[in-house]
């Protein structure tokens, strides 16, 4: 007999972006001729930027030759990449990250649920609400949680409200938890959190020996100077924070699939409650991605290198530009069109206040139906984002107008 992870089966119905696929495909069906504008999933939708594209193809060049073939790679990734990273995107921001504790990856949407891998079953684990489903999803699976509430929610999971009565802020708990997901910017809401803001986060993790699993994906569309891009500007951070990134939308890398984990050496766990040894949370990383992972392609790698180049450093900033030009074109129209909006100024997500209060699912349903829009409902997010919607910034400036224009007119 075959026995299952029982754990998938207290997942809800379905993840929520294949359930918005199935809907959008039963609309194709029955209305052929329709003219949909995905504004739902966060893909992106501009090409490559020149610079990857040209080292890629270098780099395709040089596996065709015997000296410069390359087989297995390393599984943390090629030296010269996570020193570019290290370099760039943490020592030139005044973060004290080296190479050694970065590990490249296909993707921070599998390292945020592959880190569970290394972390024990008794944490007490606190996540936002509205959330990106991966986390709770992840944990369900791992059997981190109880069963699903009537209310959408986990027993066993810690939800943080990030709301309009708390302008967005994740609040700190007012006790002790062991694991606590960040995503600043934030999806969905596009909500951000200042320097002092992640300080305090710090400081009860440190007070209280917890882990921040902090996703820094959309960090590039930062456009306010103030605020930071990496949990490591604040100061002890390094003690207790992992930090997850992506190429996938700054360089268009979604299909191309690389991104990497921040590890600190001085992170530390326990193996059990009792224990007083700490064990390193690197060297378990390590051997996890040594065992199961066999690294990103060396193609793929050199595109994300050239993603440093001065040309590559140009193209990306140019390629955020215009998504932050889109989801600004979003806030202005629908702001006009008497909806209430939020987010979309410093993060590529614009989050609406569905009018009259309608259900976010019966909205998605009539923007399909009436606009053929697709966008993605919040309470697919959480409890806290029933009532609200969320649009993306990703698609043609083309798209982006029509749509617009569609909704204006209903």
């Known amino acids: 007999m075959v026995l299952v992870n029982a754990n998938y ?30 504004l739902g999933i966060g893909d992106v939708t501009e090409p490559l930027p020149q610079a990857c594209r040209s080292a890629m193809k270098a780099a395709i060049d040089e596996m065709g030759t015997l000296e410069g073939f390359h087989g297995y790679g390393p599984e943390q990734g090629y030296s010269w990449l996570r020193e570019a990273i290290a370099k760039n995107d943490y020592q030139l921001r005044g973060c004290d990250i080296s190479a050694e504790e970065i590990f490249v990856s296909d ?26 489903p991966v986390y709770v999803d992840s944990n369900v699976m791992k059997g981190n949680t109880g069963q699903v509430l009537d209310s959408g929610r986990y027993q066993g999971l810690f939800y943080i409200p990030i709301t ?42 440190l007070k209280n020996n917890s882990l921040i699993l902090f996703d820094a994906a959309y960090e590039a569309f930062i456009q306010d100077n103030n605020l930071p ?5 604040v100061d002890g951070a390094r003690e207790c924070a992992i930090e997850f990134r992506s190429f996938s939308k700054n360089a268009g890398f979604t299909g191309t699939r690389c991104a990497f984990t ?16 700490d064990v390193s949370l690197w060297e378990l990383w390590s051997r996890r991605q040594s065992t199961k992972f066999n690294g990103v392609s060396y193609i793929v790698q050199r595109g994300a290198e050239a993603v440093y180049s001065s040309a590559g450093q140009a193209q990306v900033k140019a390629l955020t530009s215009f998504y932050m030009e889109n989801a600004s074109i979003i806030r202005k129209e629908l702001a006009m069109a008497g909806l209430k ?49 969320r649009l993306s910034a990703f698609n043609s400036r083309n798209n982006v107008e029509d749509a617009m224009s569609r909704i204006k007119a209903l």
């Open 9 to 38: 089966l207290k997942l809800q119905a379905g993840y929520l972006f294949p359930e918005i696929a199935r809907r959008v495909k039963a609309f194709g069906i029955a209305n052929p001729g329709a003219s949909l504008i995905r």
């Open 107 to 132: 993707g921070s949407k599998c390292d945020s649920s592959n880190i569970l891998d290394i972390l024990g079953d008794q944490n007490r684990i606190a996540v936002t609400d509205p959330v990106y």
């Open 164 to 205: 309009v009565e708390n302008n967005f802020e994740a609040r700190i708990p007012d006790h002790p938890v062991d694991i606590i997901y960040l995503c600043f910017p934030n999806n969905p809401t596009g909500a951000v959190a200042s320097k002092k803001q992640l300080g305090l986060w710090v400081d009860y993790a």
């Open 229 to 233: 891009h990496s949990i490591y500007e």
């Open 262 to 277: 921040v590890v600190p050496k001085e992170l530390k766990g326990k193996s059990t409650l009792e224990s007083k040894e």
């Open 341 to 389: 909006v939020y987010g979309g100024e410093n993060a590529p997500y614009v989050w609406i206040k569905t009018p009259d209060d309608i259900d976010s699912w019966d909205f998605f349903d009539y923007l399909l139906n009436q606009a053929n829009i697709v966008g993605t409902p919040g309470s697919g997010f959480g409890a806290s984002g029933e009532g609200y919607f």
